[in-house]
């Protein structure tokens, strides 16, 4: 079976729905950068080892990415998840991992990538709002797509109702996105992941 590793840095309701979906992959690790991340409790409760590399222990961002990177090649993962980690990684650590590291962004990018999304799909008055599953490029909240989810946003929606309707969609897509990775039904082409029906022994 493969081996996945989550990195959250709060709540970890994306990585708790990864769990709850039992999906045919075993979850190595939990690794936070933030040591008071509700997630960590929600992991050790599935008995899903954790371990915490605070960003604030690092004088740059290329000593915390390599000490991260090293972290998580204990675990020899197939597929590293970013499920509401808020740290950018550099492009070392992104290309280390090139094709096998996806992160599940609250908008339907291109769209309003970074943060605040909720705000901004009001503020444009955009009708449509949703989330996508990418593989992780070295430019922030960019790279080929691999689900997205739409919702309608409502005439009297505040940043809290669409943000709840998102994440409901996020929880729905996101076990979808791996489960195809895990097995071997995406195939990247230039910026866009094919799904292919045949299931890949690699
Ligand atoms: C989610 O909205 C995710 O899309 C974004 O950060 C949020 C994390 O929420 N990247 P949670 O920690 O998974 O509950």
Do not use: W
């Not at 991260?68 to 993962?77: H, M, N, Q, V, W």
Request: charged share 20%; with cysteine.
């Amino acid at each position: 079976m493969k081996s996945i590793v989550i990195l959250i840095s709060g709540r970890g309701s994306n990585m708790q729905a990864l769990i709850e979906a039992a999906l045919p992959v075993r979850i190595a690790a939990v690794i936070s950068n933030n040591p008071d991340a509700a997630g960590l409790e929600i992991a050790k409760k599935h008995n899903i080892e954790t371990c915490v590399v605070d960003h604030r222990q690092y004088s740059d961002r290329a000593e915390f990415d390599l000490l991260l990177a090293d972290k998580i090649d204990l675990y020899r993962p197939s597929l590293i998840v970013l499920a509401g980690f808020m740290r950018v990684l550099g492009g070392d650590f992104v290309n280390k991992y090139k094709d096998k590291l996806i992160n599940i962004h609250p908008s339907l990018l291109p769209a309003f990538p970074g943060l605040g999304t909720h705000k901004k799909a009001l503020k444009e008055g955009v009708k449509i709002h949703g989330c996508t599953v990418h593989f992780v490029t070295s430019e922030v909240d960019h790279g080929p797509i691999i689900i997205q989810a739409t919702v309608p946003v409502l005439p009297d929606d505040t940043n809290e109702t669409l943000a709840a309707r998102v994440l409901l969609q996020e929880h729905r897509i996101f076990p979808e996105a791996v489960h195809l990775f895990v097995e071997g039904r995406l195939e990247i082409s230039g910026s866009s992941v094919k799904v292919c029906n045949e299931i890949s022994e690699n």
